[in-house]
């Protein structure tokens, strides 16, 4: 039997051979479908010829793969010079430029969701059914954001790429699609802000990279064995990574030192507080709704409001979070499970478990979905009791 091909090494491999390609002419969609059909001849060949350099072969194979899709498109593309040039087999340059690619996915004319889904797709090496299952939409519909994302840099080469607010957003994003899956997208997001906080010096950056590092660092207590969600005041705070906070904190200190507040810098200042907190009792609320007003003074995002009323729920109590609530627009992610919390809080445990089943039916992934359905059925169980 032949042996198995390493996917892992594929997929390590997958950002630096498309950038390769890039720098060497190809648009980025091209580039990505010709490293994709690298990669199935690859997975076709390798078991019974393993190549001695996997990246060099990869390479080659894929330049080749574009330059036949340049030849029968030539007219078109307008790219008849790259047709005559193809590179000498042999090793690869050892350089990672996932970080690049970061860019060029960022760019400013994507919208945010696109940018995270093409990410994903071509750097993260997702397959198009994964990142479909994340978001909860149907394969075909993320097949078409995925390929309208890609038309839309078709054009942009490496010096011109999105700019860094963008790319701390993107890199956020996918640092938020968690820890589940074949590629563990938290982990490659702070490898890839720690890779930029070195060659950029910005308090924002810095920001991002503590806040990233203070909430991996509660990443073993997140769930449970059975891969339930705990949330934060249940979570076992022993089980914390405290060298992480440690880093994160001051990492945090650093740049607020530098009096340029933003807003991954408040996130984190607010990530730092629940860090600190011994016991979810001694959380200091009334300190963390303070940071809640500078986010909404430097976003005046209507997700953020919505976090500050509870953060002034457990300030001031649930009725004083219920009133802030009340201002905001129901429609808002994460309304009713907020507005379930609250009500809990307030002991109006039959709106509660209402507003939990509701908002089990809004849930964006299906981890959130069964913790707000089980909470749900808690409180039915009490009020039946």
């Known amino acids: 039997m032949s042996p198995a091909v390493d996917e892992a090494l594929l997929r390590g491999l997958t950002p630096t051979v498309l950038a390769i390609l890039v720098r060497r002419g190809a648009d980025f969609a091209a580039a990505e479908d010709a490293v994709q059909e690298a990669l199935v001849e690859a997975l076709r060949v390798w078991p019974d010829d393993p190549p001695r350099d996997p990246k060099g072969w990869l390479v080659t194979v894929a330049w080749r793969k574009f330059l036949d899709a340049t ?9 008849e010079d790259l047709v005559e040039v193809e590179p000498e087999p042999g090793q690869a340059v050892g350089v990672d430029d ?7 996915c960022a760019h400013p004319s994507l919208t945010p969701s696109s940018a995270v889904a093409l990410t994903l797709r071509a750097v993260g090496g997702l397959t198009t059914r994964q990142i479909a299952a994340a978001y909860l939409v149907p394969e075909a519909t993320m097949a078409q954001r995925i390929s309208r994302a890609k038309r839309t840099v078709a054009g942009v080469r490496f010096d011109q790429p999105g700019d860094v607010a963008t790319v701390l957003r993107v890199l956020y994003l996918v640092f938020n699609e968690g820890y589940s899956g074949d590629v563990d997208l938290a982990a490659e997001a702070i490898r890839l802000t720690r890779q930029l906080a070195a060659v950029i010096d910005h308090p924002e950056v810095a920001g991002l990279l503590a806040l990233m590092l203070l909430h991996h660092a509660r990443r073993a207590s997140r769930t449970a064995p059975d891969g339930s969600l705990v949330p934060l005041a249940e979570q076992d705070r022993g089980r914390w990574d405290t060298r992480l906070i440690a880093e ?5 200190q650093a740049a607020l030192a530098r009096d340029r507040l933003g807003e991954f810098q408040a996130q984190a200042a607010i990530a730092a507080l629940h860090a ?16 809640y007003d500078e986010l909404v003074r430097l976003t005046d995002s209507p997700v953020v409001r919505l976090n500050r009323a509870v953060a002034v729920g457990e300030a001031d109590g649930p009725r004083a979070g219920l009133a802030e609530l009340a201002s905001l627009d129901e429609g808002l992610p994460r309304y009713a499970a907020v507005s379930a919390y609250l009500h809990e809080r307030d002991g109006d445990l039959a709106s509660a478990a209402r507003l939990y089943a509701e908002a089990a ?22 009020l039946r009791g």
Do not use: C, M, S
């Open 71 to 79: 030849r029968a498109e030539a007219a078109r593309r307008r790219r």
């Open 98 to 104: 996932t970080l690049q690619l970061y860019f060029l």
């Open 248 to 252: 994160g904190v001051e990492i945090l």
């Open 276 to 291: 600190d907190a011994p016991t979810a009792e001694e959380t200091d609320w009334v300190q963390i709704v303070e940071w």
């Open 361 to 382: 039916t809004k849930a964006t992934n299906l981890a959130e979905r069964d913790h707000l359905t089980r909470q749900a059925a808690r409180l039915n169980t009490r």
